[in-house]
């Protein structure tokens, strides 16, 4: 079971973009699915993204679909997280991990939590 890193979190106005990283150095991520999920504040845990080890698949929760694109670089063993059009309820801790197949959108974590990275959006 793996613990990823998370990096690129910030403060970003309403509108704005973010790029998050994903990644452990070391660790070969190609045969892995890989997910973003966020907790914000008093909230559960949710699923954000899901690329399947390929990159050939892509999921998406429907609060931010249209908006997040997620991809991967197997060479560089990172997945990102480019947010466009943030808004405030996506302020959350954004956590990547590695996941169940997630072809049908319907995923879970597996490995243990990172220390997450914090995207706060406001003006």
């Known amino acids: 079971q793996l613990q990823l890193v998370e990096s690129g979190g910030g403060l970003v106005q309403p509108g704005g973009s973010l790029r998050l990283s994903c990644g452990k150095s070391?660790?070969?991520?190609?045969?892995?699915?890989i997910g973003w999920f966020r907790q914000a504040p008093g909230k559960a845990r949710e699923g954000v993204s899901c690329?399947?080890?390929?990159?050939?698949?892509?999921v998406y929760a429907d609060s931010v679909k249209g908006r997040f694109t997620i991809s991967r670089d197997n060479a560089k063993n990172t997945v990102y997280l480019q947010m466009n059009s943030l808004k405030p309820e996506d302020t959350a801790v954004y956590y990547c991990?590695?996941?169940?197949?997630?072809?049908?959108?319907?995923?879970?974590?597996?490995?243990?939590w990172g220390q997450g990275t914090q995207v706060t959006v406001s003006s």
């Open positions: 991990a590695t996941t169940t197949p997630c072809e049908d959108n319907d995923y879970e974590s597996i490995g243990f």
């Open positions: 070391g660790v070969n991520l190609d045969y892995y699915y």
């Open positions: 690329i399947s080890n390929s990159g050939d698949s892509t």
